[in-house]
């Protein structure tokens, strides 16, 4: 089974600031990665996919990168918004990482 | 686009069944997921009912005792859940996967509270 784990476990930053986050997988799962953003109340939005492609209406600001067994997502200045909890997801047993809180 | 409905109450060992409906879509070509947020916990891929390959999957918390189907006639997903723990307590996501390949669309949820 491919486990995935998220760092930090928390990132405490200000607006404006850069957010990078990291998704590390047990195995390689090639470009198979995906990241959502969830707000507390709200359904989860998938902002990222196979690693680095935006999905439809994601702001550029968010970026992916990475294959093999070691991913990031970067959100370069970030949105009052863009405060939540972001999890990374692979596709070979649909498993969630534990997430990656980004909090003022 | 897509509306849970069917959470509530219940007691350890019982049974409840969950309800996704989808709107503004080509349902038969989507395939449909089930996922669970706990409190104070992440995200935890529950089902899958594939829409091309009809395979369906479980988590194994669940395996045995949750049972994915679909009706694309009626555009709906269902997830009945049997012989509940506590530990199911959570907010029920569905969500759906069609051009991106991932889970592109998710409902708003519905809550399921295990408790005797």
């Known amino acids: 089974e491919i486990v995935l784990t998220q760092s930090p476990a928390t990132l405490s930053l200000s607006p404006g600031d850069r957010a990078t986050l990291s998704c590390r997988a047990s195995q390689g799962v090639a470009n198979y990665i995906a990241w959502y953003q969830h707000r507390p109340g709200q359904a989860p939005r998938l902002l990222i996919y196979d690693a680095s492609k935006r999905a439809t209406g994601v702001p550029a600001r968010f970026s992916g990168s990475g294959s093999g067994t070691d991913f990031s997502l970067t959100i370069s200045s970030l949105e009052p918004e863009d405060f939540a909890i972001y999890y990374c997801?692979?596709?070979?047993?649909?498993?969630f990482g534990p997430g990656t809180k980004v909090e003022i | 686009q897509l509306l849970e409905s069917g959470g509530g109450l219940v007691k350890p060992g019982g049974s409840l069944r969950l309800s996704c409906e989808a709107s503004g879509i080509n349902f038969a070509s989507y395939s449909m997921y089930w996922v669970r947020q706990a409190p104070g916990q992440g995200l935890e891929y529950i089902s899958s009912f594939s829409a091309v390959s009809g395979l369906i999957q479980y988590a194994d918390s669940v395996k045995g005792r949750f049972t994915i189907s679909r009706d694309n006639a009626k555009n709906s997903v269902f997830l009945q859940m049997n012989n509940l723990r506590v530990e199911d307590t959570a907010v029920y996501y569905c969500?759906?996967?069609?051009?991106?390949?991932?889970?592109?669309?998710w409902g708003q949820g519905t809550v399921v509270t295990v408790s005797s």
């Open positions: 997801q692979q596709r070979s047993t649909w498993l």
């Open positions: 969500a759906s996967r069609y051009g991106s390949g991932w889970l592109d669309s």
